[in-house]
């Protein structure tokens, strides 16, 4: 990653008309083209530092909200990812945004395509980067720790909550804590991610959004996980923005490329592309330029 960050915003927080407060980092250029960026399962608004310098780059402003129940966030009670969008919409019209983009990472992934759903108008881009694709797809190939939670959140969520607090929750409130704990993950990793996990740059980043993702406790990330492993609330095939691109590593073991090519099928407008020798975090972090640089063509072609 380049060395220059930019501007950095990273503790706002911005009160809902239901009274909630909604978290979030803003990254890379103040005045440039907005982009609205979803963080990961488990994870908070910090993941985005992992781009501010690409967006400097490219003159792309990121803001990075974290969901409900993470990070600065308030947990929303029975909320849906189709609800998404409203607290979307929301911010962007506080911070004087019409058009903007949707990058979603990860787990991020369905909150963009939610987006893409419910706000077609808005979105000048949604972009799903090693994103997560339907449950019913993705767990023949999957690295057995998320196969096992994503299964527990299918079928006994009430269990969820205790396991991600033992996994990684305990940890929340030191660093020394959760960088062991995510260190001893790196054997499930392919070598792509594992390379990348050496950096101290980037282990620091994973470090502080978990952290913030557990900020207040387990009930957020276990109800997000929860929503991820059920029906997402909308249809793929009904999606209309006219701009969806993907991005993933065919080695990726959070997420099945198999599962992803079957997921691009289903959406219209959506342009896919696939890395043979990336991986989860590989792709998110060697082509930040190229999404960035996907944000800003889409800021010039007019919307429809």
Known sequence: MPDSIGTEAVDQSFRLRDGRHLGYAEYGDPAG???FYFHGFPGARLAAQLHASDAVDAGVRVIAPDRPGMGLSDFQTRRRIADWPADVSELANALSIDGFAVLGVSGGGPYALACASKI???ITLCGVISGMA???HVTQQMKATNETIFLIAR??????????WL??????GSEEAMQKQVRAGFGELPPPDRVLMEDASIERIVVA???EAYHRG???PAHEGKLLARDWGFRLEDISCENVRLWHGEMDVNVPA???????KQITACKAIFYPEEAHLSTIVHHGPEFMAAVRQASATPMT
């Open 33 to 35: 083209v907005p982009a």
């Open 120 to 122: 077609p108008e808005r």
């Open 134 to 136: 339907p449950f019913a």
């Open 155 to 164: 079928k006994t969520p009430w269990l969820l909550r205790t396991l991600l």
């Open 167 to 172: 996994g990684a929750g305990r940890y929340a």
């Open 209 to 211: 959004q978990a952290m």
């Open 218 to 220: 387990a009930k957020g």
């Open 258 to 264: 198999e599962a992803v090519r079957r997921l691009a």
